[in-house]
Nanobody
Framework: QVQLVESGGGLVQAGGSLSVSCQISPRPYSFYTVGWFRQAPGQEREFVAAIKWLSGKTEYAVSVKERFFVSRDKDKNTAYLQMDNLEPEDTAVYFC?????????????????????WGQGTQVTVSS
């Protein structure tokens, strides 16, 4: 059973930065993809970013491209989401998730249904 624990959320002013982490246990298989999603009150969970564990290939939602950066540290079994130039519209609970299927090396999953393990989420609040 894969377990994911997010940490690092909090309150930040618009224009500021925040980093959230996702500790994964046990050690991820090389073919895993780690995804980041967010869910604001009353809205559906939406894709933010994803990274292939082995290759480090990344994919981003248009709304966060060039503001958010996903990475992973294979030695620490941890994925990160660095969020810069935050906007009030980024306020949400942020979740990390694992797609444990082999999938395609070229295409990263981005649908909620494509991920089968989820963390509990961490709140990110951006004040204006």
């Amino acid at each position: 059973q894969v377990q994911l624990v997010e940490s690092g959320g909090g309150l930040v002013q618009a224009g500021g930065s925040l980093s959230v982490s996702c500790q994964i246990s046990p050690r991820p298989y090389s073919f895993y993809t780690v995804g980041w999603f967010r869910q604001a009150p009353g809205q559906e969970r939406e894709f933010v970013a994803a990274i292939k564990w082995l290759s480090g290939k990344t994919e981003y939602a248009v709304s966060v491209k060039e503001r958010f950066f996903v990475s992973r540290d294979k030695d620490k079994n941890t994925a990160y989401l660095q969020m810069d130039n935050l906007e009030p519209e980024d306020t949400a609970v942020y979740f990390c998730a694992i797609d444990s299927t082999l999938g395609s090396p070229r295409r990263l999953p981005s649908g909620v249904d494509e991920f089968d393990y989820w963390g509990q989420g961490t709140q990110v609040t951006v004040s204006s």
